[in-house]
């Protein structure tokens, strides 16, 4: 454990004489939870500074006093990266009141933003100057810029648009010092030093607290296509991703796997949306196109179909014919997650691996957990990036409670396999404070001594984001 | 100046020691100069290790004796990052041997390569796989997958494809302390710790050497197309820009602004490639676009220029109608530096800028340097990636060497105004040996401390690649 000391009432009399008091707030219980519930804080002292010079002064107070730091974006994380649950209470360092947008650039396809700018205000943001910012996530309506940047995240367009670290072009930071790092260049090339900005983000905020970003925005495709495609398999659905690859080239931004076993959750559940296919395929495929003005996405995805239907990768399909029925097919692969919650998961698993290995490990997964005991699995997610959501549910008319004692077995399972496959334990949700044991346990380790020799080089005092990615 | 040790007899007795004959070669004047003649190497010791544990073995030998390392790709780089002229003699640790391709996923859309894989090799072995490995320079046929990753190169196809930091998934590496990170993940998404691979891809060699990469491919585009349009200024052409952006998407792989200065050089030179547009204008736009096999890019060419000529972008164009065509119009753009050398540059500068401010910085750069004397200017480049060549040439009949003493002044006062206007000094070659004192003058405070905080935790001893982009 470290030897912080905890930010006590003389600590935070130190702040306020050198904070205007608006930077204080009460530290009610929303950020002290977070949304799965395995994270509860203890004490600590929230300060919402207003400005970039604020930051860097709470940072430089609780560098002197060595009081740890967690920043705090719109607390959505999943792996417990905003919840100090044990130690010396912290500043609970809220970005919530930088919220400007600092400039947005349509000619350059650029957006400034400050950390605490909400996603979907971004995305609004690009939408009014007729731009695109293509981050999307489930949690877009609170995740704030700042946090969506620390943890790296990823979302249903990382196919075509990249992960966050690839949108992002320059970032303004406060490093543990306390000193400001101005790098909110506008630039797509800018070889001159180390990647500062690549280190920072998906570092959960053990190196330092980001300020604002400079973004990416892009054209905002004229023409849209949806189409689920009933697949024969995993690896047919490889094959038809492939074939779409080759046959409309870049305009795919999404490509979803789907099992059979969620359209029959959102039965099971009474959820609203349905599979538009009868008999529901026990593997099918939701492929998205955006485009340009002069392409047809519906005689792409016809001429797709036709293609993979000779070449007997599909054997049933729909295109979306209306806004309306687009938007049903998207109901049905965004239902899915509130399905799994009602029918309640033993083990949820966000992983990734080669994409050619994925039908293989669908079938020595499914083995390996039909020995362990009577499960259902729901397997979907974004093939296109190898990530799946790899879900162990009980069987029907049992409760996830009879198998609470399981867990780490089913956990450990998976990723033993995913670990020997070549994937990812944790593909798009980070490390925070509930992967620190995974990541010790499968981390290559030279990899990690690199990891641990620059978190003491930038943070001797370990005060940023005590305990998240490396253990104290 | 470092307290590093020279490579000298004893030290390559240790090595020999430990180490096959073959990896042993003749240090030829080849491996002691560089492409523009600015940097010339002394004494060395050559070593080219067959194998990563062979890598391993020199940096643990070198580490122990407190040797220089300098890792060796292509010999390619312009900024004299593969050249020590001073100081105690370093070992040149050539990855000329570590030639293997081990393995290629056409499926995953993956390459896995050593680090001395010839850019060219890599790009067919890609086409054999009916993949596109898009990372395209002019130095191609020479430089190494290792040396492009340590520099994170850039080349034409930037703006659809990104930069080589983007086009890498895992690394497999060597640490100045000899271990050996294993990271040749083939995954798009891995958010399980610092991003190693970001940090070592543009470190020009000095916190480790990359052994092999996992690369991403391309599906192949089905169809092509080229045009070049005549455009009323560099304001017309980014305009031009977001239109095509707009209406064409993304299967735009390459926006190149040309100068009339570049064809005129091409007459006054001798070169074979002409513009075809008469007469010359003063600036056009050649634009390349790769789509599917669904799609037109005649009937896109078309469309935009009717759409530009409307809107009073464009004054005039063409479209070609053939494979010849095509290729007239690209050997223009690509003759344009030849005709430069033949030309003799007084001051070369490899910078980018927001693009927006691309017109007023031509405006302001050209008022400044026609103030400094009777100059030719030939502004040309990736205008789709804010990059421009922009080069400074003596007025007609004059020659370079009448210049020497107003290089520093010119080059100043150039990147004076780059930076004032948020550019880059360095937009694709890096810093090197070059550009150091550059980095210094222009580079923010607060990264260069971070930057030398990590290369201190990771190098203590300073051993990989001394004097490169921090003074020793």
Redesign the interface.
């Known amino acids: 454990m470290s030897d912080l000391n905890p930010a006590d009432a003389a600590f935070a009399d130190t702040l306020r004489a050198r904070m205007p008091e608006t930077a204080f707030r009460d530290l009610t219980p929303a950020y002290l939870e977070e949304p799965r519930g395995l994270f509860h804080g203890g004490e600590g002292l929230l300060v919402a500074p207003g400005s970039t010079e604020e930051v860097a002064e709470v940072v430089r107070q609780a560098q002197a006093a060595r009081v740890g730091i967690v920043p705090y974006g719109g607390g959505t994380g999943l792996v417990g990266g905003q919840i100090r649950a044990e130690g010396p209470a912290p500043v609970i360092l809220s970005l919530e009141r930088m919220t400007a947008m600092r400039g947005i650039?349509?000619?350059?396809?650029?957006a400034i933003a400050e950390a605490g700018v909400i996603l979907s205000a971004l995305q609004a943001a690009a939408e009014e100057a007729?731009r695109l910012f293509p981050l999307s996530l489930a949690s877009e309506g609170s995740a704030r810029l700042g946090g969506v940047l620390a943890?790296?995240a990823?979302g249903v367009n990382?196919?075509?648009y990249?992960?966050t670290?690839?949108l992002c072009l320059g970032l303004e930071a406060v490093?543990p010092?306390g000193?400001?790092?101005?790098?909110l260049?506008?630039?797509?090339?800018?070889?001159?030093?180390?990647?500062?900005r690549?280190?920072l983000?998906?570092?959960e905020g053990t190196?330092g607290v980001i300020t604002a970003a400079s973004m990416r925005l892009?054209?905002?495709?004229?023409r849209s296509g949806t189409a689920l495609f009933a697949v024969e398999s995993p690896a047919a659905a490889?094959?038809l991703l492939?074939l779409a690859?080759?046959?409309?080239?870049?305009?795919i931004s999404a490509f979803e796997l789907i099992s059979g076993q969620g359209p029959r959750f959102l039965e099971e559940t009474e959820c609203p949306a349905r599979c538009p296919l009868t008999p529901i395929p026990d593997w099918s495929v939701l492929i998205d196109l955006?485009?340009?003005?002069?392409?047809?996405p519906d005689?792409?995805l016809t001429?797709l179909f036709e293609a993979a239907l000779e070449a007997g990768l599909v054997s049933d399909g729909v295109i979306a014919q209306s806004e309306g029925q687009r938007a049903g097919l998207w109901q049905m692969r965004e239902e899915i997650p509130e399905a799994n919650r009602r029918i309640g998961a033993v083990s949820s698993h966000d992983i990734?691996?080669?994409?050619?290995e994925i039908p293989a490990f669908l079938d020595r997964a499914g083995d390996a957990v039909r020995a362990l005991g009577d499960f259902r699995i729901n397997a979907f997610g974004?093939l296109?990036?190898?990530?799946l959501h790899y879900n162990i549910f009980p069987a029907r008319g049992e409760s996830r409670d009879a198998y609470a004692d399981r867990r780490a077995e089913v956990a450990g399972t998976i990723y033993d396999l995913v670990d020997e496959m070549?994937?990812?334990?944790?593909?798009?949700?980070?490390?925070g404070r509930l992967?620190v044991g995974d990541?010790a346990r499968?981390?290559?380790?030279?990899?990690?001594?690199?990891?641990r020799?620059?978190k003491?080089?930038?943070d001797p005092a370990g005060i940023m984001n005590p305990g998240v990615?490396l253990a104290e």
Do not use: C, Q
Not at 105 to 110: A, F, H, I, K
Not at 290 to 296: H, K, P, S, T
Not at 384 to 387: K, L
């Open positions: 650039y349509p000619e350059e396809n650029v007729d943890t790296n990823g990382v196919l075509r990249g992960n670290r690839e490093l010092d000193s400001v790092w101005h790098g260049k506008r630039l797509r090339k800018d070889n001159t030093g180390y990647d500062l690549g280190l983000i998906g570092a190196l892009f054209p905002r495709p004229a490889l094959k492939a690859g080759s046959r409309i080239g870049p305009g955006g485009m340009g003005a002069g392409d047809d005689a792409a001429g990734s691996l080669p994409l050619s974004h296109g990036d190898g990530n070549g994937g990812s334990f944790s593909a798009e949700h980070g490390i992967k990541l499968y981390g290559d380790p030279a990899k990690l001594a690199a990891m020799a620059i003491a080089a930038l990615m």
